[in-house]
T-cell receptor, first 113, second 113 residues
């Protein structure tokens, strides 16, 4: 069945450093890859997404890259700040109309001041 | 614009009792999802609606879970009877259409004792 593997499960960086989170997916038909940020006790919120016809997308300090051949995609956060501390989830679409999302298990990012 | 609204926020019930969760999606969003999130895990899809039609309920434990989305707007998710293992956060999300940004509600934290 569909599967998304996410690594690492925890990541600790110093403020100002970069953070990279990697995901692999199993369904070659997946065409939509969103990333969500979830702060403690709050709802997941979309931070960036990418579609299969694009290799890279950037939004200020956040970027996502997609390698369809290898079926993996990554989230890059530059110049990290303490407010970036949260759990980050990657997801991949599957199913009819590619309308379902399967999520990774999450990465807990800690940015130390 | 109001986001996705869920109620109740918290629910504590004894095992074998029934429980229901309610979701009001963002106005105009045709796609509605119910997810289950266990502590430290990513959201897991239970059911997806396109308007009033359940287009994917393959992950819904149908022996005890049921859902409906009358008139293609609000939705309810019911568990009867609840089991200890059902303790989790139940998240509702909506999007304009498949493979577009899904907006999550605050979730209902269910504790079965």
């Amino acid at each position: 069945g569909e599967n998304v593997e996410q690594h690492p499960s925890t990541l600790s960086v110093q403020e100002g450093d970069s953070a990279v989170i990697k995901c692999t997916y199993s369904d070659s038909a997946s065409n939509y890859f969103p990333w969500y940020k979830q702060e403690l006790g709050k709802r997941p919120q979309l931070i960036i997404d990418i579609r299969s016809n694009v290799g890279e997308k950037k939004d200020q300090r956040i970027a996502v890259t997609l390698n369809k051949t290898a079926k993996h995609f990554s989230l890059h956060i530059t110049e990290t700040q303490p407010e970036d501390s949260a759990v980050y989830f990657c997801a991949a679409s599957y199913g009819g109309s590619q309308g379902n999302l399967i999520f990774g298990k999450g990465t807990k990012l800690s940015v130390k001041p | 614009e109001a986001g996705v609204v869920q109620s109740p926020r918290y629910k504590i019930i004894e095992k074998k009792q029934p429980v229901a969760f309610w979701c009001n999606p963002i106005s105009g969003h045709n796609t509605l999802y119910w997810y289950l999130q266990n502590l430290g895990q990513g959201p897991e899809l239970l059911i997806r609606y396109e308007n009033e039609e359940a287009v994917d309920d393959s992950q819904l434990p149908k022996d005890r879970f049921s859902a409906e989305r009358l008139k293609g707007v609000d939705s309810t998710l019911k568990i009867q009877p609840a089991e200890l293992g059902d303790s989790a956060v139940y998240l509702c999300a909506s999007s304009l259409r498949p493979s577009t940004e899904a907006f999550f509600g605050q979730g209902t934290r269910l504790t079965v004792v």
